[in-house]
């Protein structure tokens, strides 16, 4: 089956779209990447998201416009996908949709909202759409994240060691595959978060990001900021767990900063790009994690790499990319493999990565042009992922 993963994360700069093949045969699942592209959002439709984020308020009107705008810029990609990736012919379309509110309420995620209605790319790929998949998770008692936890597990299972997934978004997950245990997934906290809500203040918008880290690396590190920010209950809490820019957002930092004067912008970046660092190194120093394949778009900022080797020294950091996995594809492609075990009617997730009570079939699926014809459920769950060389 073939199968196009989009995807928008909690930066929202735009839409990741990879494309992949796979079969599954016996507890063996098969993928064979096809390519991947980025689909930028219009600046007014970022714009738009930027307003209604949290902790902004926002109005019903402004939800219904963000759900159309973001469906037909998802729906632009899908089509985009179909041609440049798949010449033409696809099975499936798989839909993450644009994160607009994540409903923590003492460390239990009460909802979440994902926007970007379905039904444009069904009416313009013509392709049947899965998307929504975090909800079911969520209503079985789960986080309804980190949902690549699955794919992470599969990809990474039977490494030496204890290998970990690291994704370094706007926020920070990891998925760590120990031997002889279920695996655990979390968020860590906040990645291109906070940093991009740094840049976007000091630069008064005229910057969104730290261009390769350069800011920060021409910074020094405030120890009472990073003090400050660490004193956050969420880094003490148990996993499975999970958060985003309803926690990190702009006023969370001008409060920390209200605190902890720093007023050297660059010493700003470069406490935040520490902190990550810390964060991720204390979480997987609780795990004793040996191997660390991180990706996301993260994995492009040199400094941020490098706090993260001196604070996890005797861990081999690689890159996803070394596993057959390209950095910036894993997100798609790993919905892509969850749509493809949904219409399969398989489950998505893992108990042990979400704290759901049970596994969960994820997602509700839009028709395509054609009649509706899933295939037959598939009576194994895969227990490997193998990754298939192109032609």
């Not at 963000?66 to 010449?87: H, K, N, S, Y």
């Not at 936890?149 to 490494?159: E, P, Q, T």
């Not at 030496?160 to 279920?182: F, K, Q, Y």
Request: with cysteine.
């Amino acid at each position: 089956m073939r199968v196009i993963g989009l995807m928008s994360g909690t930066s929202y700069d735009g839409i990741e779209a990879a494309a992949a093949e796979f079969e599954l045969d016996g507890d063996t699942l098969r993928m064979r990447p096809l390519g991947r592209l980025s689909h930028p959002y219009p600046d007014e439709l970022r714009t738009r998201i930027a307003a209604a984020l949290p902790p902004a308020p926002t109005t019903t009107e402004a939800i219904c416009v963000l759900d159309t705008g973001i469906g037909q810029a998802f729906a632009e990609a899908g089509v985009r996908a179909l041609a440049e990736l798949c010449d033409g012919r696809a099975d499936l379309a798989v839909s993450h949709g644009q994160t607009m509110h994540h409903w923590v309420e003492n460390g239990v995620v009460r909802g979440t909202l994902q926007l970007g209605q379905p039904a444009w790319i069904a009416e313009a790929t013509g392709l049947p759409v899965v998307a929504d998949l975090r909800s079911r998770d969520v209503a079985a008692g789960g986080q309804g994240a980190p949902l690549v936890a699955l794919f992470d597990a599969l990809l990474l299972r039977g490494l030496p060691g204890v290998p970990a997934a690291l994704n370094l978004g706007g926020i920070a997950n990891i998925t760590v595959v120990a031997p002889d245990a279920e695996p655990l997934a979390f968020d860590t906290g906040p990645a291109n978060a906070l940093l991009d809500a740094a840049v976007r203040h000091f630069s008064g918008g005229a910057e969104e990001y730290d261009r390769d880290g350069r800011g920060a690396a021409s910074g020094q590190v405030d120890p009472a900021l990073l003090r400050r920010l660490l004193d956050e209950p969420y880094y003490r809490l148990p996993g499975p767990k999970s958060t985003g820019k309803e926690l990190f957002h702009l006023p969370y930092l001008l409060a920390a900063l209200a605190d902890a004067p720093t007023p050297n912008p660059r010493d700003v970046l470069a406490t935040l790009t520490r902190l990550t660092a810390v964060t991720v190194a204390d979480a997987c120093r609780a795990y004793d994690v040996t191997r660390l394949v991180v990706s996301g778009g993260g994995a492009d900022n040199p400094t941020l790499m490098g706090m993260l080797v001196d604070e996890l020294p005797d861990v081999d950091l690689t890159s996803s990319d070394e596993v057959g996995v390209a950095s910036d594809a894993k997100e798609a492609l790993a919905f892509a493999l969850l749509g493809y075990l949904t219409v399969h009617g398989l489950p998505g997730t893992l108990p042990s990565g979400t704290g759901a009570r049970h596994s969960s079939v994820l997602g509700s699926i839009t028709p395509g042009r054609a009649p509706l014809r899933l295939p037959d459920p598939a009576g194994t769950a895969p227990n490997r992922l193998l990754i298939v060389a192109s032609d």
